[in-house]
């Protein structure tokens, strides 16, 4: 849990991170290789006669393998952000200017720019729309060496675009897609790390709220028994000694998801409880008719309103009643507050919620205050 509470939405898990770097070397390497296709339009740039136009288009060729290198070492794999990059369409109209300037001494063996033009608008537009450009390289390709004249065809170059724009269409989906899942994983962590959290907060109010409460009851009992019955003082201490380390225990148990909170543990402690504070109370002694799978939500429900009893109510008078699937605590206290439920109801609800039951708070025909626990139905 301590390794994955540091995690943020977004971040490399555990196991991914040399997987990462090692696809934000080879990645770009792999894509920079393909630069030595260009070699053949170099290679006919460098044979054509002296002049400007060889001059421009060596360099264009040069500055196209420079180009088309920052798109793969910026923007390929695990670099490449999830949209569109912000300077995709200047970078494509550069690499198509260039792409022309070295037709100039190269001519149709210039064309073959036209693949690393496609494959860019793949790794820079990261949108399944990048297809047209590919589809616009071939019609150029068919084109243009077909109307200029002394340029030869090169109809098999339309295969290489295809196959290239293709094959890094589908790499760059499985880097989004894989990179969706990591994000994924991690806010599911995160949740889980929070849900978890919330569940530990809401068992230690619920156990320490509960005891801290009979504690504090027992104390003042004994500290008005003291000058009156000393001996009685004294188990009530006692009691109270005990009660202690029961919180004490019942927190290690809670740590160590240990402790299981019972039906007829939780009725014993309320009917223990309201005799402490001199509160009189009717609490069931038969448990036959509950079924099994409400028995620890009761329970919880018992404890909340035992709890609130001795916390709020005032009350002089207490009854616990249960049915098959409804259990109610019923008090002749204050009433339901005005502020709202607090942390142990709402641990209540979400614990009903979990259960299939629903959890209701009114006050009763004696102005005091119910709390009623029912399966949903």
Same mark, same amino acid.
């Given at each position: 849990?301590?390794?994955?509470?540091?995690?943020?939405?977004?971040?490399?898990?555990?196991?991914?991170?040399?997987?990462?770097?090692?696809?934000?070397?080879?990645?770009?390497?792999?894509?920079?290789?393909?630069?030595?296709?260009?070699?053949?339009?170099?290679?006919?740039?460098?044979?054509?006669?002296?002049?400007?136009?060889?001059?421009?288009?060596?360099?264009?060729?040069?500055?196209?393998?420079?180009?088309?290198?920052?798109?793969?070492?910026?923007?390929?794999?695990?670099?490449?952000?999830?949209?569109?990059?912000?300077?995709?369409?200047?970078?494509?109209?550069?690499?198509?200017?260039?792409?022309?300037?070295?037709?100039?001494?190269?001519?149709?063996?210039?064309?073959?720019?036209?693949?690393?033009?496609?494959?860019?608008? @793949?790794?820079?537009?990261?949108?399944?729309?990048?297809?047209?450009?590919?589809?616009?390289?071939?019609?150029?390709?068919?084109?243009?060496?077909?109307?200029?004249?002394?340029?030869?065809?090169?109809?098999?170059?339309?295969?290489?675009?295809?196959?290239?724009?293709?094959?890094?269409?589908?790499?760059?989906?499985?880097?989004?897609?894989?990179?969706?899942?990591? @994000?994924?994983?991690?806010?599911?962590?995160?949740?889980?790390?929070?849900?978890?959290?919330?569940? @530990?907060?809401?068992?230690?109010?619920?156990?320490?709220?509960?005891?801290?409460?009979?504690?504090?009851?027992?104390?003042?009992?004994?500290?008005?028994?003291?000058?009156?019955?000393?001996?009685?003082?004294?188990?009530?201490?006692?009691?109270?000694?005990?009660?202690?380390?029961?919180?004490?225990?019942?927190?290690?148990?809670?740590?160590?998801?240990?402790?299981?909170?019972?039906?007829?543990?939780?009725?014993?402690?309320?009917?223990?409880?309201?005799?402490?504070?001199?509160?009189?109370?009717?609490?069931?002694?038969?448990?036959?008719?509950?079924?099994?799978?409400?028995?620890?939500?009761?329970?919880?429900?018992?404890?909340?309103?035992?709890?609130?009893?001795?916390?709020?109510?005032?009350?002089?008078?207490?009854? @616990?009643?249960?049915?098959?699937?409804?259990?109610?605590?019923?008090?002749?206290?204050?009433?339901?507050?005005?502020?709202?439920?607090?942390?142990?109801?709402?641990?209540?609800?979400?614990?009903?919620?979990?259960?299939?039951?629903?959890?209701?708070?009114?006050?009763?025909?004696?102005?005091?205050?119910?709390?009623?626990?029912?399966?949903?139905?």
């Amino acid at each position: 849990m301590t390794a994955t509470a540091t995690q943020r939405p977004g971040s490399v898990g555990p196991g991914r991170p040399g997987v990462w770097r090692v696809m934000r070397v080879v990645g770009p390497v792999m894509g920079i290789v393909w630069v030595v296709f260009l070699l053949p339009a170099w290679q006919s740039a460098w044979d054509a006669p002296q002049g400007i136009e060889r001059i421009l288009s060596l360099a264009a060729i040069a500055g196209l393998a420079l180009t088309f290198g920052w798109v793969v070492v910026t923007c390929a794999g695990p670099r490449g952000g999830p949209g569109p990059h912000p300077a995709a369409a200047r970078v494509l109209a550069v690499e198509l200017f260039l792409v022309g300037l070295a037709t100039l001494a190269a001519e149709s063996r210039g064309l073959v720019g036209l693949v690393f033009v496609s494959v860019s608008a @793949i790794f820079l537009l990261r949108d399944p729309r990048a297809l047209f450009v590919p589809l616009f390289a071939a019609a150029v390709i068919l084109a243009v060496p077909r109307v200029v004249p002394g340029w030869d065809t090169i109809d098999d170059l339309i295969v290489s675009v295809f196959l290239a724009s293709v094959a890094v269409f589908g790499f760059t989906q499985l880097a989004a897609r894989n990179r969706q899942l990591a @994000i994924a994983q991690d806010e599911v962590a995160v949740l889980a790390v929070e849900r978890e959290r919330e569940r @530990i907060a809401r068992d230690m109010h619920d156990i320490l709220g509960h005891s801290l409460t009979v504690i504090s009851v027992k104390a003042e009992l004994a500290g008005k028994l003291f000058d009156v019955d000393a001996e009685r003082a004294r188990a009530e201490i006692a009691e109270v000694q005990g009660l202690a380390r029961a919180a004490l225990a019942d927190v290690r148990a809670m740590v160590s998801g240990t402790r299981a909170v019972t039906l007829a543990g939780e009725l014993a402690g309320a009917r223990q409880a309201f005799d402490a504070a001199g509160i009189e109370a009717q609490v069931p002694g038969a448990l036959d008719q509950v079924p099994d799978d409400l028995r620890e939500l009761f329970a919880w429900a018992v404890r909340e309103g035992t709890t609130n009893v001795l916390r709020h109510a005032a009350a002089s008078h207490v009854q @616990i009643t249960m049915t098959q699937d409804t259990l109610v605590v019923d008090d002749d206290g204050r009433g339901p507050a005005v502020a709202g439920p607090g942390n142990g109801l709402n641990g209540l609800t979400q614990r009903a919620r979990q259960a299939g039951a629903r959890v209701e708070v009114a006050e009763n025909d004696k102005g005091g205050y119910r709390l009623t626990v029912t399966r949903a139905r």
